[in-house]
């Protein structure tokens, strides 16, 4: 193909429509490159055009049915309490020198402030928990929705950082990346019985619409993600989750919080497959103290036949 940068006579035109090296009028544009080419003898004829389009992408099928598709700046975010973009002119009743209308622009509210603070504080805390970009939205979602109630104050430092751990739970819960009011708590300054003060709160206060109860917390949203902070080896993992139900259906471990028993079930599974970790390697990743991992595991050693005895059909399935 040849170039009309140094051969062509003159400038061609934004209007060609005719090349002027072979008379065609079989031209085509290349969007990619910006420049109009003759199919007839391969001549470029103009080279870097300016396309006044408007710029705007197609993500569905119904855009193509739409008129201008222009898209300029961000989307508003509802959950922000936002009704228009972030600053624009406006014309109050003040008078300017002139006597005519005083134009300004539009600083963003108190609530728009606040809930952008408590978005990015979300974020943060999602970062440090190491959660999936679902419970990050549906945290966010959750705050507006708080934010919007009467009965939450969200204006104190206090009240906003026991909203921010209760919030997390319930995201981490709903959207099943369960973490413990320990590990919120270990995360977020607050004390863990402040924080399920707070989900009680929330919860009662009919913040998320839903079909029937709030999920409950199991033992097995625990398993998973203890195991692989452990490394330990996948037979562990499959071991383990039907440990946890045969002690659970048996009543040995009644009475303790979910993680707790993960964290005694994986310890003594651990050890079973050969993959021991001490004690304190699992009270640090599972954030159990290791008196009460060792509690555990000694109820569940009491009846250590039973519970193991069809292991060798677990691993063969």
Not at 81 to 101: C, E, M, N, V, Y
Request: hydrophobic letters at 40%; proline letters at 4%.
């Amino acid at each position: 193909m040849n170039s009309s940068a140094s051969s062509r006579p003159f400038a061609a035109s934004p209007m060609e429509s005719v090349c002027f090296e072979c008379g065609s009028d079989d031209l085509v544009e290349d969007p990619g490159a910006g420049d109009l080419i003759c199919r007839g003898c391969g001549m470029v004829l103009i080279e870097h055009m300016i396309d006044d389009a408007p710029d705007w992408s197609n993500y569905a099928e119904d855009d193509r049915q739409r008129g201008d598709q222009s898209r300029v700046g961000a989307a508003i975010d509802e959950r922000l309490g936002q009704t228009s973009l972030d600053s624009f002119l406006i014309a109050p009743k003040a008078k300017s020198s002139d006597g005519g209308p005083k134009p300004f622009h539009l600083t963003q509210t108190a609530t728009v402030v606040r809930r952008r603070e408590g978005f990015s504080a979300l974020r943060d805390l999602c970062d440090s928990l190491q959660v999936n970009s679902t419970v990050v939205d549906y945290a966010i979602s959750i705050y507006a929705k708080v934010d919007d109630s009467e009965d939450f104050n969200v204006r104190r430092q206090v009240q906003k950082d026991r909203l921010y751990a209760a919030i997390l739970y319930i995201s981490c819960r709903d959207c099943g990346n369960t973490r413990s009011y320990k590990e919120l708590a270990a995360v977020t300054g607050v004390d863990k019985f402040k924080i399920g003060k707070m989900v009680t709160q929330i919860t009662q206060a009919g913040i998320m619409s839903r079909d029937g109860p709030a999920p409950r917390v199991k033992t097995e949203d625990f398993l998973a993600r203890f195991c692989s902070s452990l490394n330990l080896p996948h037979q562990t993992r499959v071991i383990a989750s039907p440990i946890v139900e045969k002690a659970t259906r048996m009543g040995l471990v009644e009475g303790r919080a979910p993680h707790a028993i993960a964290a005694g079930v994986i310890y003594i599974v651990a050890a079973f497959t050969n993959a021991k970790r001490s004690v304190e390697e699992v009270s640090e990743v599972t954030s159990v103290t290791a008196n009460v991992v060792k509690e555990v595991a000694k109820l569940l050693n009491k009846s250590k036949k039973d519970l193991f005895a069809d292991v060798q059909d677990i691993l063969v399935a």
